[in-house]
């Protein structure tokens, strides 16, 4: 006996399983248009990173970082060097010739050459001045350059100034105690303002009233 | 010829540096800051010496020596120079260029008062042989 072969009928699938898969195969079409527009915007994102990285790059090699560290900068270091150097020389031939001037007998009949002599050697050693100009000079213009390159960065890149640091325990006692070297200009306290703060005509009556540390310390503040 | 010697020299300190060597070496000096003011001073007086700065602001003396030959012919013409930081070459080249143009004499900064003296010694030298030499001609 030959059997027949039996019918092949599609699977009967529980009908809550075929709800539950029309309902996922709906919402991966849906999430599927989510996915590619989230897939651009991240792409883009990245492209728009990787471009920013590209031209801070750019920015940073057209600073010549080599060239400002291993030439500029030891340039006006060696300069600055030399002005101290040349000011140390022309000052010790100044103050010498001053003292060989003090020590002079006034009642020499050759006094006043003596003197002439010594004016000129106070003269000579004030030519270190010519050149001395000449190396401020260099040194501004390495600052100036260094200033440039990197306000062309900030400004490429896009940095703003973030706020300045909190002073160190030893910056500020430098600040307090004045040991930042004099101010451009002069003293930042007038004299007349020191003059007055110590002025003589205080009487025994004001003695309580007379000047605190306080007082003092503002006045430098 | 007068103990006057013009100085062309930029610097003011410089300038003043430099007559007070003149000075002392018993010469008379007008110092003045520029090329206007140097041929101005040579169309008024006559001048024993003239001291000339190489680099004047954007100018080089150097190319306008003619121009002072011309205002004050047969003056000895001494060149002084610091040469320039930024091209250490500068000072050679420009002390070299004078010696070809046939300066008197050159006075590479910085210059002693022996120097200013020795070039106020050849210069009266100069002018002595000069006015012996004119002595002789009208002479002859």
Redesign the interface.
């Known amino acids: 006996m030959t059997l027949a072969a039996a019918p092949k009928s599609e699977p009967e699938f529980d009908p809550m399983l075929q709800t539950a898969m029309r309902t996922s195969e709906e919402l991966v079409s849906l999430m599927n248009a989510f996915f590619v527009r989230l897939d651009t915007r991240r792409s883009g994102d990245f492209i728009s990173i990787a471009d920013e990285i590209n031209k801070a790059k750019t920015e940073i090699r057209s600073l010549r970082p080599q060239d400002i560290s291993e030439t500029r900068l030891p340039t006006a270091g060696a300069e600055l060097l030399a002005i101290t150097r040349d000011t140390e020389n022309a000052t010790n031939v100044i103050m010498t010739a001053a003292e060989t001037m003090l020590g002079l007998d006034a009642s020499a009949p050759d006094v006043k050459d003596r003197v002439d002599d010594e004016v000129m050697k106070i003269f000579e050693a004030c030519s270190f001045q010519d050149i001395t100009g000449q190396r401020v000079s260099k040194i501004v213009q390495v600052l100036t350059q260094i200033e440039q390159r990197v306000s062309r960065l900030a400004e490429a890149i896009g940095l703003d100034d973030a706020s300045p640091p909190e002073l160190t325990a030893e910056e500020k006692r430098q600040r307090d105690l004045l040991l930042n070297g004099p101010a451009i200009g002069g003293p930042e306290t007038q004299q007349a303002d020191i003059d007055n703060l110590f002025s003589s005509d205080v009487t025994a009556a004001d003695a309580d009233k007379q000047n605190s540390q306080d007082d003092i310390d503002a006045l430098f503040d | 010829m007068s103990r006057r010697v013009l100085i062309l020299e930029d610097?003011r300190?410089?300038a003043?540096?430099i007559s007070?060597?003149f000075q002392?070496a018993g010469y008379e000096a007008i110092c003045v800051v520029d090329q206007t003011d140097a041929l101005a001073q040579l169309r008024t007086q006559s001048f024993g010496l003239l001291v000339l700065d190489v680099f004047i602001e954007a100018r080089n003396t150097l190319d306008d020596l003619e121009v002072y030959r011309e205002m004050a012919p047969q003056v000895p013409i001494a060149i002084m120079t610091?040469g320039?930081?930024?091209n250490p070459d500068a000072g050679a080249t420009a002390l070299n260029k004078a010696r070809r143009a046939r300066v008197n004499f050159l006075l590479p900064?910085?210059?002693?008062?022996d120097d200013v003296k020795q070039v106020c010694e050849d210069v009266d030298a100069f002018w002595a042989r000069s006015g012996a030499d004119n002595s002789l001609s009208a002479a002859g």
């Open positions: 610097s300190t410089q003043i540096i007070k060597m002392r610091a320039q930081l930024d900064k910085p210059f002693f008062y």
